[in-house]
């Protein structure tokens, strides 16, 4: 286990944000990306989660919606690397992770791809 401060881990996380290409980010569309220390205690050892309507599920009566929600959770993450560079992979996952669920893609799918 490495121990980050929450700062450093939320430079990681933005630098894996400023990674995503572009084109795919400029898609992005009412989400907010939230860093949090824990993950819920139903599932102490998630390291990101997607909570909102994946932009597949929209159609025209779409409008009014809090935005969704994208967490990245600091400690699950810490908890499983050895080095900060296992960190910056972690996040840069995790990230493209969650994104992913943004754009309708399921967890086999991300799992054939090695975002799993």
Known sequence: MIDLDADRFEQLVTAAL???PAELADLLDNV????EDDAP???????GLYDGIPLTERDSTYA???PDRIFV???PTLAICDTEEDVVEEVR???VHEIAHFFGIDDARLHELGYA
């Not at 907010?32 to 860093?35: E, R, S």
């Open 64 to 66: 009014g919606v809090v």
């Open 73 to 75: 959770y600091r400690h």
């Open 93 to 95: 996952i995790t990230v």
């Open 32 to 35: 907010v990306l939230f860093i």
């Open 41 to 47: 205690p139903h599932d102490p050892h998630l390291l």
């Open 18 to 20: 400023a990674e995503v």
